[in-house]
């Protein structure tokens, strides 16, 4: 006899979701009884994510993170399906490049900077409004230990998470005491955006860790959790590292 799901009546908006990280905690969040809405590029995948989840427990919305539009339509598709926005997850980012910075064309930096830092602002700016501000919450910005540390081939990815780290605070400060917000820093993960960092080499990168091993989306996803949850009622502004150790060695690199 399978366990009926608990309904906690609450609601969350996860970014880049449709895999990843990003879907599994939205697995995390459905698991424990909320709604959620996952946000993506291709619609195929969203379909099938929400078919997973429970057409019942989730929706989508389709677009790019940068993109205006997309923006107000995902925060207004899950006010319209739910009726609330109480999570705020803002997972989407991208790194499509692999270079020191003092070779990077300067608009891939802008690129890098409206996906990884804008659009987590945005869309924290228009879930405070539709939601929050008078109801209260949480955000949860996914940074990375790159944002931490000097990280060969990654700079303007690295730099952007540094400066959502400081976003965080800056949230935290000027929306307590309503809404509590957070960052998880994750060290190498395993999923399709990181393949470049670990592919053909895992044992050689997993080597790193004091922990011996990689991450996998369930390891940030129960963080999430844990960081929109109860129990963290007196957390905020704070990034929360998650690197199965390596920090305590050289970072990445």
Not at 36 to 49: M, S
Request: charged share 20%; proline share 4%; hydrophobic share 45%.
């Amino acid at each position: 006899m399978t366990a009926q799901i608990p309904d906690s009546g609450k609601t969350a908006l996860i970014t880049g979701a449709s895999r990843g990280i990003g879907y599994a905690i939205a697995e995390a969040m459905v698991a424990r009884g909320d709604r959620v809405c996952i946000t993506g590029r291709n619609e195929d995948a969203l379909k099938e994510a929400v078919r997973r989840l429970g057409a019942d427990r989730a929706v989508y919305a389709v677009g790019k993170a940068h993109d205006q539009a997309h923006q107000a339509a995902a925060v207004e598709r899950t006010m319209e399906a739910f009726g609330r926005i109480d999570h705020l997850v803002n997972n989407a980012g991208t790194n499509p490049v692999y270079s020191p910075i003092a070779d990077l064309d300067l608009d891939v930096i802008r690129k890098v900077f409206e996906t990884n830092v804008v659009s987590a602002l945005a869309f924290a700016q228009l879930t405070w409004k539709a939601w929050q501000k008078e109801n209260g919450g949480t955000i949860v910005n996914m940074a990375s230990i790159a944002g931490m540390s000097p990280s060969p081939f990654i700079a303007a990815y690295g730099v952007s998470k540094a400066a959502l780290v400081n976003l965080t605070v800056q949230l935290a400060h000027e929306f307590a005491p309503r809404v509590r917000v957070n960052a998880i820093s994750p060290a190498v993960v395993k999923t399709k955006f990181a393949t470049a960092l670990y592919e053909g080499r895992e044992e050689e990168a997993a080597a790193a860790y004091p922990l011996k091993r990689l991450g996998v989306p369930d390891d940030i996803a129960g963080a999430a959790a844990f960081l929109t949850s109860d129990q963290a009622a007196w957390i905020t502004g704070q990034t929360l590292v998650v690197d199965g150790g390596v920090l305590l060695g050289a970072g990445l690199g």
